[in-house]
Nanobody
Framework: QVQLVESGGGSVQAGGSLRLSCAVS????????MGWFRQAPGKEREKVAH???????RYAESVKGRFTISQDNAKNILYLQMNSLKPEDTAMYYC????????????????WGQGTQVTVSS
């Protein structure tokens, strides 16, 4: 069964940096998409970024230029490097994955991590 375990969340000052990690197990699809999502209380869930099996990436306009999504295939870890953090980045962050011949980065992500809290103070 696919499992995603997140780590790296915490509290930081505005302008600071944080790197989130997502350890992925039992996920061996040759075609896949992995993404980072976030949600703050009372707000809609937002896709922060995703990366597919070809290495192609996309970012939400709100984080473009500040966040970087990457993957270490040898260690089966998904990362989200967050720089120049702002208070509005405060949210619960989730990693998610989808895979298979018919998977799509703009489709449903069936596998999710437990979430890790990121709090940015001014």
């Amino acid at each position: 069964q696919v499992q995603l375990v997140e780590s790296g969340g915490g509290s930081v000052q505005a302008g600071g940096s944080l790197r989130l990690s997502c350890a992925v197990s039992k996920f061996i699809f040759s075609k896949y998409c992995m993404g980072w999502f976030r949600q703050a209380p009372g707000k809609e869930r937002e896709k922060v970024a995703h990366i597919d099996s070809d290495g192609s990436t996309r970012y939400a306009e709100s984080v473009k230029g500040r966040f970087t999504i990457s993957q270490d295939n040898a260690k089966n870890i998904l990362y989200l490097q967050m720089n120049s953090l702002k208070p509005e980045d405060t949210a619960m962050y989730y990693c998610a994955a989808t895979g298979g011949s018919w998977s799509s980065c703009i489709g449903i992500f069936p596998y999710w991590g437990q979430g890790t809290q990121v709090t940015v103070s001014s």
